[in-house]
T-cell receptor, first 111, second 114 residues
Framework: TQLLEQSPQFLSIQEGENLTVYCNSS?????LQWYRQEPGEGPVLLVT?????EVKKLKRLTFQFGDARKDSSLHITAAQPGDTGLYLC???????????FGEGTQLTVNP | NAGVTQTPKFQVLKTGQSMTLQCAQD?????MSWYRQDPGMGLRLIHY???????DQGEVPNGYNVSRSTTEDFPLRLLSAAPSQTSVYFC?????????????FGEGSWLTVV
């Protein structure tokens, strides 16, 4: 059983559509991060959220940390082919020190 | 800006062979780690180090050894490769522990054990 469950696992949409990716857990996290990974490369950090209810925006990407710090979401507005990639959430449990990754959401944006 | 450098990029091993995946970072980071990435399982922590001379086990350490003789280098050794170790391996580094710090990943090493 994954500590962090991501949904959906696969998502294929058309350019211009909006989408939301979810990262859920039954555990409380002291911080949560979102990464994007492109083929043949390592993950690259997009954002870190640390406060319950926190919302961060990165251009067309909006990240939210749940009030209870057990879940997070990534919303992309007007998706573009350049958004294609594997999106990974990762978090450190409250009281822990290790970073745990979700299994990832593979996003494909078709022109 | 080299960041985190991993070698080799691709490797094919026969069952039972040994090899070392090299990792070096030039950012003077204290914290370094090795992950493996398998389909549908995200990244799983193999071993990590909080500084030179200090290493510890992660989530899936069996079959792997590490050492940290310098701040810059953190090699991962497979003493007797098994097909179950076929995976993509990522080395990573950061200033401190994982809570809230930016983690920098290498480009990955694709290992196939036949």
């Amino acid at each position: 059983t994954q500590l962090l469950e991501q949904s959906p696992q696969f998502l294929s949409i058309q350019e211009g559509e909006n989408l939301t990716v979810y990262c859920n857990s039954s555990s409380v996290f002291s911080s949560l991060q979102w990464y994007r990974q492109e083929p043949g490369e390592g993950p690259v950090l997009l954002v870190t959220v640390v406060t319950g209810g926190e919302v961060k925006k990165l251009k067309r990407l909006t990240f939210q940390f749940g009030d209870a710090r057990k879940d997070s979401s990534l919303h992309i507005t007007a998706a573009q082919p350049g958004d294609t990639g594997l999106y990974l959430c990762a978090g450190v449990k409250r009281g822990g020190s290790r970073l745990t990754f979700g299994e990832g959401t593979q996003l494909t944006v078709n022109p | 800006n080299a960041g985190v450098t991993q070698t080799p990029k691709f490797q094919v091993l026969k069952t039972g062979q040994s090899m070392t995946l090299q990792c070096a970072q030039d950012m003077n980071h204290e914290y370094m780690s090795w992950y493996r990435q398998d389909p549908g399982m995200g990244l799983r922590l193999i071993h990590y180090s909080v500084g030179a001379g200090i290493t510890d086990q992660g989530e899936v350490p069996n079959g792997y050894n590490v050492s940290r003789s310098t701040t810059e280098d953190f090699p991962l050794r497979l003493l007797s490769a098994a097909p179950s170790q076929t995976s993509v391996y990522f080395c990573a580094s950061s200033w401190g522990g994982n809570s809230g710090n930016t983690i920098y990943f290498g480009e990955g090493s694709w290992l196939t054990v036949v």
